[in-house]
């Protein structure tokens, strides 16, 4: 990798906020106490927690949802 070129460009070239974000999204809802998850459930919770992390993922999929004829619920209570 061309750290300079980077670093010149203004683009982030430490993993700081990657691993920010799987410790936010991944880690505290996979490690609980006394939680056990198969990968196919985990990557549906873990889908739907970035839904609910990422400002405006949760109302544009119901947006979508919407289309066909479901009603709107309004999303978890954020901490």
Do not use: D
């Not at 889908?47 to 990422?54: E, H, P």
């Not at 109302?59 to 309004?74: D, H, T, Y």
């Amino acid at each position: 990798m061309n750290y300079s070129l980077h670093v010149a460009m203004g683009l982030p070239i430490g993993s700081g906020v990657t691993e920010a974000g799987c410790k936010t999204v991944v880690k505290q809802r996979r490690c609980g106490s006394g939680m056990k998850w198969q990968i196919p459930g985990a990557k549906q919770i873990l889908s739907l927690r970035t839904m609910v992390l990422t400002p405006g993922r949760w109302e544009r999929l119901w947006e979508k949802v919407s289309q066909f004829g479901f009603a709107r619920i309004s999303g978890p209570i954020s901490n």
